[in-house]
């Protein structure tokens, strides 16, 4: 029998999610906890095999209680519920031992998937997070493509035409000729697609290079 600890603020999802897994013949709710400080009281007496926690306690982050539960619990399979679609939340809640992630609104077939899975010693989310998961992937990925290699010498012309230097200052700083730095410079422009010391500048901060 697969032991079940739902934390959550609010009596009618607490219930609600009762009521979702009441006929599964091979699960069986140990507890509602309304408080993290409550979950972690009753979590010294009990020991779930599924822990179904609320993201927003009111007492307690979920992010946070997660984390101290997994300090002397490193067995119970912890599936986050939230209203709370963000990427971040998601990659942080799975960091800080989450096992599985799903949106309030789930569908009963897949809180029991998502109990099954995280059974399995697998990492689950609900469709919608793992939809939001990807698109930061890409996004991440599209930064990472379109962000210009720069050589060691390009780094350091750069970060002291960013401290205000110009181009015969920066000969004299790194003992070059000012043709190399010159030529340093508008490999810089090139590289960033720009056509102004100003506008280098300007996009290299954006891009995070200076």
Request: with cysteine; proline share 3%.
């Amino acid at each position: 029998m697969t032991s079940i600890l739902i934390i959550d603020d609010h009596p009618l999802v607490g219930e609600g999610i009762s009521t979702m897994i009441r006929d599964v013949a091979w699960c069986q709710v140990s507890g509602i906890c309304k408080s993290g400080l409550e979950a972690l009281k009753q979590l010294k007496t009990i020991y779930p095999d599924i822990i179904l926690l609320d993201i927003s306690l009111p007492d307690i982050d979920g992010l946070e209680l997660c984390e101290k539960i997994r300090l002397f619990n490193k067995e119970t399979r912890i599936i986050g519920l939230t209203s709370t679609n963000e990427a971040g939340i998601i990659t942080r809640f799975l960091a800080k031992g989450g096992n599985g992630y799903l949106l309030k609104n789930m569908e009963r077939s897949e809180l029991i998937e998502a109990i099954e899975e995280v059974l399995k010693g697998k990492i689950f989310l609900s469709k919608a997070a793992n939809q939001k998961i990807l698109e930061q992937f890409h996004s991440v990925q599209d930064a990472l493509e379109n962000t210009p290699v720069l050589t060691r010498r390009e780094k350091e012309i750069l970060l002291l035409l960013a401290e205000g230097l110009n181009g015969p200052q920066i000969a004299e700083r790194l003992f070059l000729s000012p043709y190399t730095v010159e030529t340093h410079r508008k490999n810089l422009m090139q590289k960033l697609n720009v056509n102004t010391t100003q506008l280098l500048l300007k996009v290299a901060k954006q891009q995070k290079l200076c």
